[in-house]
C-alpha cells in the first residue's frame, strides 16, 4: 500500500520561500506513477501545482511555473516543493499525491494522496 506524508512548516511571512517534502511508502517514486503538488485555499477548488515523473521529468502549472520547483530525492523517496515569494494567497492546504495522471484539478485523477499539511502566509 503506497503512502504519501508531507512535512514542512506550518506558518510563513510573505516573500519567503516553502519548502514542503512528501516521504513516500510502499512504492518507490522512481519506479512508476506520477507525483503531484496540489493545494486547496480556503474555500476554493484543488488546484494543481506541478508534478515529477519517474523518469525525473517536471511539469508545472503555467500559473505558477515562475515561482515554482520539484525536485525529489530518489534515495530517500522523497520528492519536494519549493514555492517563491509567497503571499497570503498562497495560503492552503498542501497536499502531495500520487497516480497515473498529473496536471488535473480533481481528486479522482490520483490514486494516492497525503492527509494534507496546512499552510499559513501571514506577516
Known amino acids: 500500500q503506497v503512502q504519501l506524508q508531507e512535512s514542512g512548516p506550518g506558518l510563513l511571512k510573505p516573500s519567503q520561500t516553502l519548502s514542503l517534502t512528501c516521504t513516500v511508502s510502499?512504492?518507490?517514486?522512481?519506479?512508476?506513477?506520477?507525483w503531484s503538488w496540489i493545494r486547496q485555499p480556503p474555500g476554493k477548488e484543488l488546484e494543481w501545482m506541478g508534478a515529477?515523473?519517474?523518469?525525473?521529468?517536471?511539469y508545472y502549472s503555467a500559473s505558477l511555473k515562475s515561482r515554482t520547483s520539484i525536485s525529489r530525492d530518489t534515495s530517500k523517496n522523497q520528492f519536494t516543493l519549493q514555492l517563491s515569494s509567497v503571499t497570503p494567497e498562497d495560503t492552503a492546504v498542501y497536499y502531495c499525491a500520487g497516480g497515473r495522471g498529473y496536471g488535473a484539478n480533481r481528486r479522482d485523477v490520483y490514486d494516492y494522496w497525503g492527509q494534507g499539511t496546512q499552510v499559513t502566509v501571514s506577516s
Open positions: 510502499g512504492g518507490s517514486i522512481s519506479n512508476y506513477y506520477s
Open positions: 515529477i515523473r519517474s523518469s525525473g521529468s517536471t
